[in-house]
């Protein structure tokens, strides 16, 4: 316990030797398997997941997992349990990566300072990917260029994306998070799958969503949307790593309404790596609102308390 109180506040050297240290004597506060993201090895099995039990998923999140395992090869896999002890971890995995710089007059507040070129509002390098052009964009007149959306046929943008993602996640750790939008287990709630190279996304999926070991039990071998995500800032052969890791010259949003997925990378700004934001719940939404009969929205419920102790409530609604 002593340990685990300290582990918030140690420096990068004295985290390995805390790792050495909890091997030897099998104190192992997390999961059967020691969290070692400093390891770097070329992944063909699923040998290197240093967290959770690859074992006990669901075998349709199993088969996606090691698919773009395969394809990433990334250093070592790490599927969210969404404890407490867990997002305390990947916190100061942040503070010392230099992505974060903790707010000394804030409790549990960070300071995140994203690379100038990676921003939001990317619509140019958005596409929703169909069979037929007019199921996703209007057909403008002739000579005049559409402003509502781009569109792409899925072999060819699939093709294109298998180039980005191979072994973009070298050095990296693949993290596998369950999330519901929505109370989990609710009848009106959606679940997905999103694999990532990216703490930061981690942490904020944590905060935006449902997320956890519980999604996991409650999906089975149940639907999900599967949502693959990397920064497309690979670390192979000795590459140093930087605070903000992105790959803006690359970055690239896509949906897939046909299989249900979601595909970003180059990205690690807001909605383009939070998958269950804008691409799930307004894209890949309205896709499953019109095919099950209901409207896709992006709400907010906001409740703030000022200093007498007054709360009040505040909700926004955009329709889509």
């Not at 790490?78 to 007059?105: F, M, R, Y």
């Not at 140019?124 to 209007?138: A, E, G, L, Q, V």
């Not at 007149?141 to 959306?149: H, M, R």
Request: hydrophobic share 35%; charged share 20%.
């Amino acid at each position: 316990k002593q340990w685990y109180q300290r582990r918030v506040a140690i420096t990068a050297g004295e985290y390995k030797s805390y790792l050495r240290l909890i091997n030897m004597a099998h104190l192992i506060l997390w999961s059967r398997k020691l969290y070692r993201p400093h390891l770097n090895l070329p992944i063909r099995s699923l040998n290197n997941v240093v967290y959770g039990d690859y074992g006990s998923l669901p075998t349709n999140v199993k088969s996606f997992v090691q698919e773009k395992a395969d394809l990433c090869k990334p250093a070592a896999v790490h599927i969210c349990d969404g404890s407490t002890a867990e997002a305390e971890h990947l916190a100061n995995v942040l503070i010392q990566k230099g992505t974060w710089k903790s707010l000394e007059n804030y409790e549990n507040c960070y300071l995140a300072r994203t690379d100038p070129r990676d921003v939001a509002r990317v619509e140019s390098k958005t596409f929703i990917c169909t069979n037929n052009k007019r199921d996703t964009i209007p057909t403008p007149a002739e000579g005049v260029k559409g402003q509502l959306g781009n569109w792409q046929h899925p072999e060819a943008m699939m093709q294109h994306l298998d180039g980005l993602f191979s072994g973009c996640m070298e050095g990296r750790t693949m993290y596998v998070m369950p999330f519901s939008m929505g109370p989990i287990g609710s009848p009106f709630s959606k679940i997905g799958i999103q694999l990532t190279d990216s703490p930061y996304t981690v942490s904020s999926t944590r905060v935006m969503t449902r997320m956890g070991s519980k999604v996991l039990q409650t999906l089975g071998d149940g639907h999900f949307t599967r949502c693959t995500h990397s920064v497309g800032y690979p670390l192979a052969q000795g590459k140093a790593d930087v605070p903000w890791p992105c790959n803006p010259d690359n970055t690239i949003i896509t949906h897939f309404p046909a299989s249900n997925q979601i595909i970003s990378f180059g990205s690690g700004y807001g909605g383009n790596s939070l998958l269950g934001k804008k691409c799930f719940a307004l894209r890949l939404g309205s896709i499953l609102a019109k095919q099950e009969g209901w409207l896709a929205e992006h709400m907010l419920i906001l409740g703030i308390t000022n200093p007498e102790g007054k709360k009040k409530k505040v909700p926004t609604a955009t329709l889509r």
